[in-house]
């Protein structure tokens, strides 16, 4: 066990050993510097990161005479930030028309619904599903007060009656047909 023990500690002394110079080699950086991105036409050596005593660097060329000159101001409304561009034609001055007497504005009434309103919506919750065989599905509603149970096609307090029974929702209309609503299972 002794000797287990001390490969895995030698092994994992070499682990880091090795981890520790390949870090160190690869925070290396290189001897031999990127050209710059301002480099002139001159082509300059470099040896072992050293310039030559024969390289040059020539000046800019400045135009100071042109930098003293004398810039357009900023005017109104015919300033032209693209002055490279040139002036867009101007729209001819519409003819103003003889004005006549104003018309009246219509007042537009929103369309107004025909018929009688809708029925309220059912204020029933879906509480559960109890299923047997040979027997048709029962379906457990609440309306606050209690319980009330009811099977596809039955009637329910009176005023419902149940189209469809799912596993997880029901679908419920007035006795007269109108007001169809699905009612999703709720829980509680």
Same mark, same amino acid.
């Given at each position: 066990?002794?000797?287990?023990?001390?490969?895995?500690?030698? !092994?994992?002394?070499?682990?880091?050993?090795?981890a520790g110079v390949g870090y160190w080699s690869w925070m290396q950086t290189?001897?031999?510097?990127?050209?710059?991105? %301002?480099?002139?036409?001159?082509?300059?050596?470099? $040896? &072992?990161?050293?310039?030559?005593?024969?390289?040059?660097?020539?000046?800019?060329?400045?135009?100071?005479?042109?930098?003293?000159?004398? /810039?357009?101001?900023?005017?109104?409304?015919? /300033? %032209?930030?693209? /002055?490279?561009?040139?002036?867009?034609?101007?729209?001819?001055?519409?003819?103003? $028309?003889?004005?006549?007497?104003?018309?009246?504005?219509?007042?537009? $009434?929103?369309?107004?619904?025909? &018929?009688?309103?809708?029925?309220?919506?059912?204020?029933?919750k879906f509480v559960g599903v109890v299923k047997r065989e040979g027997q048709?599905?029962? $379906?457990? !509603? *609440?309306?606050? %007060?209690?319980? @009330?149970?009811?099977?596809?096609? &039955?009637?329910?307090?009176?005023?419902?009656?149940?189209?469809? @029974?799912g596993a997880e929702s029901i679908e419920m209309a007035y006795l007269d047909?109108?007001?169809?609503? *699905?009612?999703?299972?709720?829980?509680?």
């Open positions: 066990m002794a000797t287990e023990r001390r490969s895995q500690l030698i !092994l994992a002394v070499a682990l880091v050993a090795l290189s001897t031999v510097p990127a050209p710059s991105s %301002n480099a002139t036409g001159s082509s300059t050596a470099v $040896a &072992g990161g050293k310039r030559t005593s024969g390289s040059t660097v020539e000046a800019p060329d400045v135009h100071i005479d042109e930098l003293e000159a004398e /810039r357009p101001k900023p005017g109104g409304p015919e /300033r %032209n930030l693209f /002055r490279f561009r040139p002036k867009a034609p101007q729209a001819p001055t519409p003819v103003a $028309a003889r004005p006549g007497p104003p018309t009246p504005p219509v007042a537009v $009434a929103p369309p107004t619904p025909t &018929g009688p309103p809708p029925p309220p919506p059912i204020a029933l048709p599905t029962i $379906a457990i !509603l *609440t309306d606050g %007060n209690g319980e @009330i149970h009811g099977v596809e096609g &039955g009637t329910i307090a009176g005023k419902y009656r149940i189209l469809r @029974i047909g109108r007001g169809r609503q *699905t009612i999703r299972l709720s829980g509680s």
